[in-house]
């Protein structure tokens, strides 16, 4: 009996032994991950963008007035694209003045940080390139990764980017001190081994240009596909749903989307509109986060926006 005592007593400290040295591995791996740094190209765009001349010219507008309203009517764009269309205040707050990403330890603690120009702000001297970096390509502006979710914003073109820089400038400074990202020990090993993947590692090439201009607002599978960009960080760039990558742990698996009887395929347009604004399945059943932190988003969209969105969506290949 002492000797299988011993034995398993053995066995029990190789185990911790093999877990502390997998910890410290994991440690040093994820550390060196998320402080490399990533090279990307240096964008540049005006802020706000301007009325063209030929527009300036048929509104009869002087240059002075032309860039006033510049100013205003990209405010505008940008607090649209931020109230439906991006979802920023999930990550940042109403105020954008911050707000917590996921609080899940032992994996990990990430918040969204300040916008605003007042104390503790993430952005105070940012210039479009840096804006482009963070956004687009999930890069800080030293270079190290971030835990922004930038793989949802790459069809995003760089009038809108700039029309939501406009937007967050006009906004009144708000103090706000948000503390540092968490990594826990087992989002550690997840980052580590490459199953709590960083954005800017999903990103096929940061140095592509991005377009200058969205496609026109209308009902369009070219629209549609542009709005979906944002789509793609839960539900893939196929489209047909499963894990979450990066997720919060507590997220159910993302839903197929395409035509495909086991995805949208059954739902009529109704249907659609309901689960994106109410939240509800053809059934009745609500849906659960993260989709369901999104309808007061979508209650923001146009009628054209979720047309468009869901012509696109019709129009991909039905995947299982």
Not at 10 to 16: D, E, I, R, S
């Amino acid at each position: 009996m002492l000797r299988v005592l011993k034995i398993l007593g053995g066995l029990l400290v190789t185990f911790a032994i093999v877990l502390f040295g997998i910890y410290l591995w994991a440690s040093a791996k994820s550390n060196s991950l998320l402080s490399r740094t990533i090279e990307t190209h240096t964008a540049d765009f005006p802020v706000p963008f301007p009325f063209s001349e030929e527009e300036r010219i048929e509104l009869g507008l002087t240059e002075e007035e032309a860039r006033g309203l510049s100013l205003e009517r990209a405010v505008d764009r940008g607090r649209h694209l931020i109230e439906a269309r991006y979802a920023c205040i999930d990550c940042h707050g109403g105020d954008l003045s911050g707000g917590v990403m996921m609080d899940a330890l032992p994996v990990a603690r990430l918040f969204g940080p300040n916008l605003t120009t007042g104390q503790g702000s993430r952005t105070e001297g940012y210039g479009p390139a840096d804006w482009d970096r963070i956004v687009r390509h999930g890069v800080r502006p030293d270079g190290s990764p971030a835990s922004m979710p930038s793989g949802d914003f790459q069809r995003m073109s760089d009038q809108e980017l700039s029309d939501i820089v406009s937007y967050i400038r006009s906004l009144p400074p708000v103090d706000n001190e948000m503390p540092p990202v968490v990594l826990g020990r087992l989002g550690k090993v997840l980052v580590a081994t490459g199953q709590l993947p960083l954005s800017a590692d999903l990103i096929g090439s940061h140095h592509e240009e991005h377009p200058p201009m969205p496609p026109a607002a209308e009902v369009s599978v070219e629209f549609g596909r542009h709005l979906a960009g944002v789509c793609t960080g839960c539900h893939g760039s196929d489209f047909a749903g499963g894990p979450i990558a990066g997720g919060d742990p507590s997220w159910p698996a993302a839903r197929n989307l395409t035509p495909h009887e086991r995805g949208l395929g059954p739902w009529s347009y109704e249907d659609f509109v309901t689960a994106m604004r109410q939240g509800r399945r053809p059934n009745g059943s609500e849906l659960r986060d993260p989709m369901a932190s999104m309808a007061p988003a979508a209650q923001r969209m146009t009628a054209v926006e979720l047309e468009a969105l869901w012509t696109y969506l019709r129009s991909l290949e039905p995947l299982p």
